[in-house]
Every structure is written in C-alpha cells, then in structure tokens.
C-alpha cells in the first residue's frame, strides 16, 4: 500500500478557476411544450403569428358599427336590428350594415364592417332588435389582430427560465416544441469495493455498505439543472476503474466519482487521471473537502469527490453545481442565506476553511438557532440533520454559544423542522410525532440532550424518569421495560441471566439507568453477565439481536418485543415525560403536539399506559 | 342564446370553503429512489438495519489494542507487528492478538481483538512491523456499527419534502423504492370551439386562436404536486361536453376547465354541473377571476376556471393550488411577497377584491418598483410579462405613484427581468438584449414610453429621431425605412402609394411618424393611400401583410423586407437611441448592455449604419 499524503493543500478559489475552465455548456435541445417548465429558453421566440389572429370580441354583447350608437342613453335607447349571431370558433357569416347588429360572443370574430362591441349588459334584447342603452366608440370591447402580441414581434428572450406564464405564451403562439438549453450530463462513478446498490443484499461482516453518494448526488446534480447518468460502481481495482472511467467519460459532459480520492488505496485514481488526462488540484484547504481532485480525464472535465456523504455533497454544493447552473443558465437560488445564532460551541483545529455542517430551529421569538451535529461527516444523519453550513476562516477555531452567524442553507426551499427534539427515543413519542410535520429528533446521548435543553436549543426533550430539567410538561406515560427473550431460552428474571448470551444497551439509551437499577435491586452484578459490555446502539438494537439469534436475551421495550414477536419477561415500568422548553410553548409543533396527546389512545398500545401528570 | 348573469358573487372566503371540501388525497405510491426527489414522504421510515453495519475503521492506518499503545509518542513510539491488511469491502482474515497491528483502511471492518485506529499519519511504517507515535484510547478513529443510525431508529418522519440529502440516507439504510404522498390527478378541459393546439394550423378568419391555458395549467399544477392530465379540448356542444366531463372525472381525483363559465354561450357548463353533479359557488367578487364555477361533477371535486388566461392562471394560483399543495404535502412558497413602490397609477372601479397583475423592475437604490400592465386579462403578454399581482380591497379604487405595496409573486424562485426597456421596437436593439440575462421589453405605445421612462419606471428607453427625453444615451444607430413591395408591383416612391393597396402602421409604431414626415415633404395626402387608414399593430407586421399577398406595399424597415425576402423601396433614415435612466447606469443589465453595444457589428445588418454620440 503507497500512500500518497496532500502535502500541499489549494485553496478554495483554485479549485473555483480550475472547475471554470469547463466547458459544460451543450448545445441546444428541442422539448415538447409539455416539457419545457423549468428549463431555460436557448433562443429568442418571435411571435410567428399575431395574437389574436382577427380583431376579436373582448365581451360577450352585440357586435355595431359604433357610429350608429351615437347619442344612446340608458333612458333613450337606440334600436338596432338584430341579424344574427356569431360564436367563438366561427367565421362571421354577414356582414354589418347601418343600424344593424349581430349577437356577439366573447373570443369571437368582429364581423366586417362592425368596429366595436356593446356589452350585453348595456343593452335590453327584443325578438329580433336591441335597445342599446349606451353610446361606444371604435375600438371599444374589442382587443384588435396583433393587440396581445404582434408577428414578428419578440415575444420571449433566450435565458428565460421557463415557468407555466411563460408556457401560456409560447402556447398562444402557437409553439408546439421549444428550444432550450440543453442539459449537461454528468456522470457519476461511486468507486469502492465495500458499495452495494440499495434494493440488495448486503454483507455487513465484509464490511459492505449501501452506496449513498450515487443517489443523492444523482438528486443534487438534477436540482442543478444537470442529467445524471449513474455508472456501475466499481472496484478499485485499476484495470476495472480505468474501464469505467473510459466509458463514462465517453458518454458524458461531466464526470463525477466519489471515493478513493483519500490519501488510501494505492491512490488509483489519481494515477488514472494523470495518465489519461490530466490533475489540475489535488486536495483543497476545506474541512469537509479536503481529498478533492479536479481535472480532466479521457478528454471530459473530471472531479473526484471525497467518499464521505458530507464531504461529497459539500464539494458538490461549493464548487460544482454553481458552474452546473450557469451552464444551463439556471439562476443561483434566492435567499440562499439566513442569519442565526450558534447555539452549541464548536470548537476547530483551523487551517482549512471550515464549512460546519448545522441544524436550524426557530426560538420562541422567532430568531434562528444553528447547533452542530454531533456525527461527524462520515455520517449520513449528520446529512440529513443539517440544514445548512456556517463558514468558519482557517484561521478562526471557535465558535461560541451567542455568536451571531450566517447559515448558508443546503436548499432554501425546504422547510426547517417543525420540532426539535432531543432525548429518548420512544415508540410512542414516534407515533406522535408522525401525526405531525416533519419534526426533527436528533439521537443525542443523555448528557448531552438535557445539556442542549438547558442551553434553550430544542424545542423538546423526551425524558425519563423523574424529569431531570426545568420546562413544561406536555404529555407522561410508562412504559413497560425488560428482557427480550430468544425462543427456548429459560429465563424468569434477572438472576438468570448470568447464564445467558446477554445483549445489552448503550448508557446514551434511556432505558440502560432503569436496567442498571434493577440489577442493583436484585444484587446482579453486571460483570458476571455474559455480553454486559455489548452495548448496543439504539433501543431496539438488543431486542433486534434476540430476534436475529445472535443473543439469548436483550434489554428492550414490551412494545419492541411485541412488534417483533419475540418473547418478553417484564421488570419494570418506566416514566417517559413530553418536556416543552418554556419560550417555545406558543409554537404550531408544540401547541400540536399537546392536542396529539390528548387525543392519543394509550391502551391500544402494548405495554403503554397514559401517565397523570 | 340564453345568458346567466352574475347577481350574487360569492366573498373569495366562500370560494375557499367550498374547495376546502374536497378530498384531494389520494393514497401513497411507491417510487424509485432515483425518482423520490421533490416528492413528500408518505411513512415514517426506520432504518432497517444498523449503519454502519460493522465497527468501521474512520482512518486510514493500524488496527490496533489500545491498551497496546499506551504510553506512545512521538519521541518514544511502540513497535507493533503488521500481520496483514484489510480493504473496505473485505472481511478480515484474522484476529489482532497482543502486540499485534493490521494495516486498514477507511470504510474497512475493524478485525476481532482490535478497538482502535491509530491513523497513519503518527505511526513510521517498516518491513513487518509498524512504530505507533501516540497513544489510543478504545473506540478512537473507529465509527461503531449502528453509530450513524441504529437499527429500528426512526430515520426519517412521514411529511418530509424529500432532497438529496433525504435520498442520501434512504440509501444508506438500503431503500431502492419508497413510499411518496400520491399526487392527485387533475383534469383539465379546456373548452371552446375556437381552441386549437399548438402545432395544429390555425384559421384566425374563423376566430380560432391557439389554447393557451391548458399548457400554463398543466405547469402551474404540476408545480403544485399535482399530475395534470388533459382531455381533449371540447367544443360547447352540450352532449359532446357531458360525454367530456364525464370521462375525464372517472379519470381523475380534481377536474378543471378552462373558458365556458362567464354569462356567455348558453351556460352549457353551469347546466351541466348544475345536472350531474352539483354547483357550490357560482361567481367571485374577485377581479380578475368573476366568472369562477366550484362544485362537483360525476363524484369529482370540479372547479370552472375562466376561459382568460390571466384569469384562468389568478384563480388558480389563488384558491387551486393552496388546496392542491396541502394535499401532497408540499410548504408553501416560501418568501412570497415583496415589498414595491407603485410606479404606475391605476384607477379602478371598485366592488370586487382585485389582484392587480403587477411587473416589477429595481430602481438605482435596489428598491422594486410595480407597474401595472396595459393589455388587460385577455392577453398572454398580460400574464408572462406580470411578476405577480398587487391586491386592492373591494373599497379602494386607486392607487397612486409612490404608494407602498405588497407584491405576490407568482413564483419566488424566478429571477425579476435584468432591464426593464420600453420604447420602439428595433432588430438590432433585440439582438443586442439577446445577449443578456432575459432582459424584459414592454411594447407600450409612444406616449405612454415616454411617460414612464421620465416617470422613472424601465431602465431604458428605446427612442427615434432625436431623443425626446433627459437621460444617458448608451447607444445609438440609423436605421433605413421604407417600402416593402410585393413583386410584381411597380412602384418608385410615396408618389406612387395612392396606386397601391398600402399596409400602414399604428401611430405607436416608432417608425410611423418618419413616414408621416415624408408624405408631407412629398406632398402626398394619407386620405389618398388605399389602406392608410389599415394600421397594423406591429413593427413587422405591414411588411409581412406584403409577404403573403394581403398587400402591395407596407411601411418596413429595410431590415425587416430583407429578413422576410420581400424587395424594398429605401425612403430614409431613423436614428435609434438607447436612453438609460440615469439613476440606473450601475445596474448590471445596462453595463453589459453598454458592452454589447461597443462590441456590435452594426455594418452586418442590412440597413444599419453605427451612429456618432
């Protein structure tokens, strides 16, 4: 294994010049009217026709030469003779003659010698006359050929992102097909053995995981205004990756991979790029980003992305979507920024520009909170967390709670959480939540959820047992807790479980302290337990590997094991408290949340019962 | 003919109660992640499996016993023995006993007996053996299986507007299809026997014109959420509608039409809802948007839009689509008003809410200013040249330049126009803001361009002959006019017009007034031209009257007869200027206009001379 370390690190703007030299811009494409929302004009439409084709009725009324209505008055009507009618859709079938009049309807052709309309309101209809009680000039209740837009006049400039007011036009000039910019193809290449396509199988002891960075970057590069063409993921293995590069590169106008760009694996990639192309930037000064590679390869403009979901996506959103959308001419989002202040102090070992990932929550006055994730950027929950990033300069290592800051949001079109939540995690908590708009619970550790609480970041805590903070009460229930138990497994309680292949829950789950009681109660000690130390991540996890087999019994919910269908030995209850941070009482999540609670059905649910509080 | 008039108008309120019935909802469907993009998130989804599903190596370097390391460091490191290396995607052959190290790399399986990472960066490698320079603790550089997310977590909350970031982590947990709130179908019939499809062949002698609300519709629902579905277009044949309508709601889950709703052609429409189904609203107090029609029809949710399409696309946006977004699940718009000063007074008769279709435009400060738009709801112009409306209760019935508003946007994420221009249209002037970003050309008439500019609304005035109002000239040119003649017609000079059928242009055609001059120099009476009084509404459209045949002689630019191929008699020379508002000349739209224009080859365009200034 060679390694290859990045010694020299380019700065951010490098990166920028070196990914400008693309040329990303295709030619124009033809779409379907149908088709055409969202895409950008490629070139001028002029009107090939006017619009309207004829001078047309703008109301529904009687079509007069406008002469003969001189003089008219609601209390001295002019009679004129009524001819006949014209509809929308027909060609007038006579002619207007002095004091005549014909029926007219909106959309439909002033027939000759008529130059204006009466509204039918202003008249009062006879058999085959009508009093007109109202004198018009030419012109008048009539939109002339060419009023709305004329032949061969402009109609709608190249660059003009197409929405459905622009569709109406094109329509009324009757464009059945439209030219636009076309779309960039921008191919995606995740590299790694240990990548399995979602929807298959996955091996987790030889270390396979599910590819993420095709997906979501195939869903950013679309956003961008570009078309993502997924490749097979492949091995690192040179001869294979070489192979894949040469058939991607052939197929698009830009190649993306993600991984192996690490100072790792025999440094694959970049041997490829610099024999089949050219390297314009390895490594960049940007913390996530850092083993980034920009160039060319077989000919197609070229960047390698870092593996980590974070890093990838953050490349992407920095450096490779705004050349995207300019190649297509679609605009920079609008209002891509909001101020906030930080609300968990972080603190950066500096050097590198610092694109923070965030989470935002409004406060009961309606300010923005960012708070950090605690996962790290090789997490995809610290992706999905994170509404945007806040800029730290290399040279600025904190930040501190109170600082005021700009966020730059990932997407400012989706909506912020309507809930923050930190705490335990709850089935019934969940249920709730579902009834509920998109609200956001971070899986944070105890200590660290009623810290954040404390410090006015989340809007809610879910707590356990006597509620440990200060704040508002909205909902407690028990809960049933116990003994996962593995099929043909004897086990009547707590003393038996030194006997037993015992799998247990973290100390950040909140059921491990009502466990930790109960041992203490029955004079257990922990250490004599087989697996007492397989502390496993989430509440259900122990549970689960009953299920699975790989344990005899496991902490977990009634509920868990219920819905699980694995046997359960109860020991105890626990309290589980809704806690609403006192300023935020007045907020949609919350004031919903309380009615949700109210209205929710306790008994229905296995080991549950509803709590006084 | 019959007609139903308008006497009760219902409050807009009761238009949105009445729509508010409706059960849009349909039931979730499945889609590939691939596709989930933009989509709502019908269930909660918790992760099926523990990501990372082993303990994963979070550095590229040695797997080690942390207690194996202890007391390391730079000056005095531990010499451990390499007994082999694992890759990500690989299991690991062997276990790590005391004293032992297995070289590793990011994303790789920790091997049985490690518990920790020492990053490669502080370790010296040799032949078989590594030097540890620092110190480890248990868990260091290594994510836990489940850390990211735990198996039976709840990943992420029904309702959720699903993003990349979204797509990433349903791929880490291994979902290849995913449960998305259903879009509902909406129909759309647009009716109207003079209604012909973009890309059919038109007969405007017949009063047909080409359909423009059913491709605006099906964009404007499709941004919605919805899935627009359109029927044919019908004609108001009473049988062929019902046959229509009846089809197109055993089709779908809302139905719409377009035209047929104000007191015109026989009501077909209300008689019809009235008779299968049954009518909640008839007629708004709302302008534009009166003639609205709200009920159900054969079982289905109906809404009657008018047959204008500013009209048609108000309604909608106003009640129509609100409904349609919460149905699926999708926020509203986000940042949908801005704040405007009224540059344009606007007198109106009262009696109805009305939504005032508005353009925006910003002035040197980097306020907006709103002006009203001439042509009226009838025309496509009205609707794609409009950035949003600007709403007048009932009561008022003015608004004068200078008062402060609240402008609606139709669509927040669409950039307002680079330059706001009015004036004379000109070839050249087009090319050159062909060049920019959608710069926006208004074809107000002579005055009222005048007017507006010294009234401060565009930031550019295109003007002929001598520049009749203050501002900087960024521009100016000479264009040669005169005659476009049909072959076979023998004419000289204006002399000659009396013998000829002539196509005129209107006064507000920049370019009739240099005619008008030189009848009179040429002692020519108009009264004596058959046809003077023929005045066409466009710059090209007398010499396209003489390209099919309509006339013999029109009044052209030399640029415009030789574009259309039609042989041209030259009368003289217009000066064109490009006037900029002076208070604008930072905008980026005139400095790169400025640009263009040093860099145009006047002398490649037919009839063009570069002019002094």
């Known amino acids: 294994m060679t390694r290859r370390e990045f010694r020299n690190l380019s700065d951010p703007a490098a990166v920028e010049e070196a990914i400008d030299t693309f040329e990303l811009s295709t030619g124009p494409e033809s779409v379907e009217l149908s088709a055409a929302q969202g895409r950008v004009l490629a070139e001028r439409i002029d009107a090939p026709i006017d619009v309207p084709g004829f001078d047309r009725a703008a109301m529904d009324g009687y079509a007069v030469r406008a002469r003969d209505t001189f003089g008219a008055t609601e209390t001295d009507p002019i009679e004129l003779s009524v001819t006949g009618t014209v509809h929308a859709g027909e060609e007038p079938a006579e002619e207007i003659d002095a004091g005549q009049a014909l029926q007219i309807a909106t959309g439909a052709v002033l027939p000759p010698g008529a130059d204006a309309v009466v509204p039918v309101e202003r008249t009062t209809e006879g058999e085959t006359a009508v009093d007109v009680r109202t ?25 003009t992102l197409l929405d459905p007011r622009h569709i109406g036009l094109l329509g009324a000039v009757g464009r059945e097909r439209v030219p636009v910019v076309g779309q960039p193809r921008v191919g995606i290449v995740s590299t790694g053995a240990e990548l399995v396509q979602p929807g298959n199988g996955l091996r987790p002891e030889a270390g396979e995981i599910y590819d993420v960075n095709t997906n979501a970057l195939a869903a950013a590069i679309e956003s961008a205004g570009g078309d993502p063409q997924q490749f097979t993921t492949t091995s690192d293995d040179p001869e294979t990756m070489r192979v894949s590069l040469a058939e991607a590169a052939e197929e698009t106008d830009l190649l993306l991979t993600s991984g192996s760009t690490s100072a ?9 790029i610099e024999e089949h192309g050219e390297v314009l930037v390895h490594g960049v000064a940007l913390k996530p980003g850092r083993p980034l590679l920009v160039g060319r390869v077989f000919g197609t403009p070229y960047v390698g992305l870092p593996g980590y979901p974070v890093s990838a996506m953050t490349v992407f959103r920095v450096f490779v979507a705004p050349r995207l959308r300019a190649a297509v001419g679609q605009p920079e989002p609008a209002a891509a920024t909001v101020d906030a202040t930080i609300g968990t102090r972080y603190r950066y070992d500096g050097g590198r520009l610092r694109l923070l990932p965030v989470g935002l929550v409004e406060d009961g006055e309606g300010s923005l909170v960012a708070h950090t994730l605690a996962k790290g950027s090789g997490a995809t929950t610290t992706l999905a967390e994170a509404d945007g990033v806040v800029q730290m300069d290399p040279e600025r290592t904190l930040l501190s709670k109170g600082d005021e800051t700009t966020v730059e949001l990932f997407d400012p079109d989706a909506p912020l959480p309507s809930l923050l939540v930190v705490g335990a995690a709850d089935p019934v908590a969940f249920d709730l939540f579902d009834t509920l708009a998109a609200p956001r619970h971070l899986a944070l550790g105890r200590m660290d959820a009623q810290r954040w609480f404390t410090d006015g970041i989340p809007d809610l805590l879910i707590a356990t047992g006597s509620s440990p903070v200060d704040g508002d009460v909205l909902g407690r229930w028990r809960r049933e807790w116990g003994l996962a138990v593995r099929d043909g497994t004897t086990l009547d309680g707590l003393a038996d479980l030194p006997d037993c292949q015992f799998a247990n829950l973290d100390e950040d789950v909140w059921l491990r302290d009502a466990f930790e009681t109960a041992l203490t109660d029955a004079g257990v000690d922990g250490e004599d337990i087989e697996g007492y130390h397989r502390e496993l991540p989430g509440l259900e996890s122990a549970a689960r590997s009953v299920a699975s087999g790989r344990a005899d019994a496991g902490l977990a919910l009634c509920r868990t094991a219920d819905s699980l269908d694995v046997s359960f030995v109860g020991l105890g209850e626990q309290d589980v408290s809704l806690v609403a941070a006192q300023d935020r009482r007045e907020k949609d999540g919350l004031v919903r949340l309380e009615a949700a609670i109210d209205e929710f059905e306790f008994d229905d649910v296995v080991g549950y019962t509803a709590g006084d509080f």
């Open 264 to 272: 790792g694996t025999a440094d694959v990639l970049y041997d490829l």
């Open 135 to 159: 004198a018009v000039t030419p012109g008048d209740s009539v939109m002339p050929r060419g009023a709305d837009i004329a032949s061969g006049a402009r109609a709608i400039g190249p660059g």
